[in-house]
């Protein structure tokens, strides 16, 4: 009797380190904001009266290698005054409940998805008035599925647990001065830590 209470003590008290535990940083991949579908470009240009597509990236990392099935997420405008957001569209075959350039949005695939994924793409205009170094940010949705994970977040192939994993958070440059770097799409604090990490 008394070992199997001490297994069922042990259980519980595994599911409360991982209901509480600190998600792991800089190791889950990077969701940020480019210019093209393929992640590699995150600072250009957008001339007065004119528009350009922008797309939501995820760079895997760690366990999103093996593949997602969905991200939630929202697109932060506040630093991008005199530009105007519009026409989100997701990825071909995945579902969208709310709106990335809201209060945030989740993104769901059907099967597993793998590799650097584009899933979400939007318009960005340029009315005259946008701003050098207009800033768009990935942050976590205004009210998170799951409060525990209150950041930007992917959803793994691991069915049927479907954990949620934190992933880092990117930006995109509109109009670059040459004074700032999107420093390959990564927050600058974010890759400042990252390159704590390799300090000797």
Not at 151 to 174: K, M, N, W
Not at 180 to 193: D, N, T, V, Y
Request: charged share 15%; hydrophobic share 40%; with cysteine.
């Amino acid at each position: 009797m008394r070992s199997w209470r001490c297994r069922r003590d042990v259980r519980w008290i595994a599911v409360l380190v991982l209901c509480f535990a600190a998600p792991a940083a800089h190791a889950e991949g990077l969701l940020g904001i480019f210019f093209d579908s393929n992640g590699q470009t995150c600072s250009g240009s957008v001339p007065p009266a004119s528009y350009t597509t922008l797309y939501v990236v995820l760079q895997p990392a760690g366990s999103t290698y093996a593949g997602i099935t969905g991200v939630e997420f929202r697109i932060d405008t506040s630093g991008a005054t005199g530009y105007m957001m519009a026409n989100e569209n997701q990825a071909s075959g995945a579902i969208r409940l709310g709106s990335a350039l809201g209060s945030g949005c989740n993104i769901a695939f059907g099967s597993c998805q793998t590799g650097t994924l584009s899933v979400l793409s939007f318009q960005v205009l340029n009315g005259g008035t946008g701003i050098p170094d207009g800033t768009l940010r990935i942050v976590a949705k205004q009210q998170p599925s799951n409060p525990s994970f209150a950041c930007q977040l992917a959803v793994l192939c691991d069915a049927p647990e479907y954990t949620a994993v934190c992933v880092d958070a990117g930006f995109a440059l509109l109009n670059p001065s040459g004074s700032r770097s999107c420093a390959g799409g990564r927050l600058p604090a974010e890759w400042s830590r990252v390159k704590e990490l390799y300090r000797p």
